[in-house]
Structures are given as C-alpha cells and as structure tokens.
C-alpha cells in the first residue's frame, strides 16, 4: 500500500524566508507524486507533479520539488515566501498498479507568512 | 480557464436521509473521482469512474454511496440514507485520458444532523 507523511502540520515562516514542506512516501513500485495547494474556502489546485522524469520538479507560483529515491522524499520548497502563499498543503501518492489512479494524500501543512 | 464546479457547496440533511451530490468535471476529461475530508482528518478517496463504470473504490465506498453520470455534464454522488459520520467535505475531481493529474473542485460540506 501506498502512503504519504507530512512532517509539521504547521509550518510558520516569514515574508522573503525560504520555503521547506517536507513529504516522505512509501510505495512498493516507482510512485507518482503531487503537491497540491488548498486555500480557503477553495477546493485543492495542482502545484507540481513527478512522473518518473527529471527528479527536480518546478510548479505554480516559484515552487518547486525534488524526488529522492535514496531518502523517500518529495519536499517542496520555494525560495522566497509571499504573503499569498499562506494556504494549506497536501502530497498525494499516485497508488501502484495499473489501472489504479487512486490519490493517497497526507494530512496536510498549514503554511502562515509572517509579514 | 476550465474547471470542475460543484453544487450545492454546503448542505445540511438530516440523519438517514438521502443526499445527492452534484458535480459537472471539466468537458473533455474522462476520468472522474470522489474524495471526501472529514474535518481535521486526510483527504481520502472514495471512488473512480469511467467509461460510464466503477473502475475502482475505497472501503469506505460501501452499499450507501453510488456514483452516475446521469448526461453527458454531471457526475453525482448518492448517499443513501446519511449517517452523522458522513459529515465532511466532499470533492470530486477529473481527468484527461493519458494523465494522471486529477483537477479538484471547490467541494461541497455536507453536515449530518
């Protein structure tokens, strides 16, 4: 079975401070891997995703992501952060096999921008 | 820009009372999803649709739900006689045929009375 971890369920930076959102994944087979981005009162929007092509991921609004295998990781990061980037996060797992096109998502990352 | 749209985006139903969800995915994807997030806890899948069938489900799809696409626009969600544990929020989503990226709606909050 596929799963995904979010470490911080609250992650507080300032306005201009990097941008670090951690997700680790377990998958039996090579995983596809997404980031999404909720904000409120709005339903989930595609930042990025990884499809087995170049590990270094770029997505929406100067994010970015990299895929190690070695490590089991899909962080998200962006350089600089902005006050608009305040929303939550989720990293979903595509679910192996074929034919299946199940999301498993992990438990989210409430990112607040200090001004 | 397309997107999915969603309706009603709240309702409220009382406990054992069928409620139906509606969901019109963007015009050209083919692929066609429900999850469900219940207040504090993970976004989880619920159930895929294609080629007017089930192609997969999660254990929490049991007798209770049902999925169809009713014309050519809308997806729906049915549940048949709710319980309070299906309060939560309600997304579906779509897809093209040849991805796997899935493009979510706002959602519809469904609380059980």
């Known amino acids: 079975a596929q799963s995904v971890t979010q470490l911080g369920s609250h992650v507080s930076v300032s306005e201009g401070a990097l941008v670090l959102l951690r997700c680790n994944y377990s998958?039996?087979?090579?995983?596809?891997l997404f980031w999404y981005v909720q904000y409120p009162n709005q339903g989930l929007q595609l930042l990025l995703k990884?499809?087995?092509?170049?590990?270094l991921v770029k997505g929406i609004n100067g994010f970015e992501a990299e895929f190690k295998k070695s490590e089991t990781s899909f962080h998200l990061t962006k350089p600089s952060a902005h006050m608009s980037d305040a929303a939550e996060y989720f990293c979903?797992?595509?679910?192996?096999?074929?034919?299946?096109?199940?999301?498993?998502f992990g438990s989210g990352t409430r990112l607040q921008v200090q001004p | 820009e397309p997107e999915v749209t969603q309706t009603p985006s709240h309702q409220v139903t009382q406990m054992g009372q069928e409620v139906i969800l509606r969901c019109v995915p963007i015009?050209?994807?083919?692929?066609f999803y429900w999850y469900r997030q219940i207040l504090g806890q993970k976004v989880e899948f619920l159930v895929s649709?294609?080629?007017?069938?089930?192609?997969?489900k999660s254990e929490i799809f049991d007798d209770q739900f049902s999925v169809e696409r009713p014309d050519g626009s809308n997806f729906t969600l049915k549940i048949r006689s709710t319980k309070l544990e299906d309060s939560a929020m309600y997304f579906c989503?779509?897809?093209?045929?040849?991805?796997?990226?899935?493009?979510f709606g706002p959602g519809t909050r469904l609380t059980v009375l």
């Open positions: 989503a779509s897809g093209e045929l040849g991805t796997d990226t899935q493009y």
């Open positions: 998958s039996s087979v090579p995983p596809y």
């Open positions: 990884y499809t087995s092509a170049a590990t």
């Open positions: 979903a797992v595509k679910s192996g096999g074929t034919g299946r096109r199940a999301l498993t």
């Open positions: 015009s050209n994807h083919l692929y």
């Open positions: 649709f294609y080629n007017n069938e089930i192609s997969e």
